[in-house]
């Protein structure tokens, strides 16, 4: 095993999360699955792969900007619960 309950436990704590034993079980084998696939991987030669930053070849993901005709006021605000026909009406928060 990869990884203990004791660890689960103190990382559950610090995540501020509350496991009873069953989850704590539960996810120390979940944890323990993922660890084994990961250590897995690292088995694999990548001495000859390229490291990559996107899954595709894309050189600009991005559209050409150019000017479109925008939502209409009153089509915006048809569904807000609030508003005072030019715009949203939200409660305050201070």
């Not at 989850?23 to 979940?30: A, P």
């Not at 690292?42 to 993901?61: G, M, R």
């Not at 939502?71 to 605000?77: F, N, P």
């Amino acid at each position: 095993m990869r990884i203990t309950e004791k660890e689960v436990k103190h990382v559950a704590h610090l995540a501020r999360l509350h496991l009873d034993q069953d989850e704590l079980s539960k996810m120390t084998v979940q944890l323990d699955t993922i660890l084994s696939y990961v250590a897995k991987l690292e088995e694999l030669d990548t001495s000859e792969v390229a490291p990559t930053t996107h899954a595709f070849a894309i050189t600009n993901a991005f559209r050409d900007d150019e000017v479109r005709p925008s939502l209409k006021r009153q089509k915006a605000l048809a569904n807000a619960p609030e508003d005072n026909g030019e715009a949203f009406i939200v409660p305050r928060v201070l």
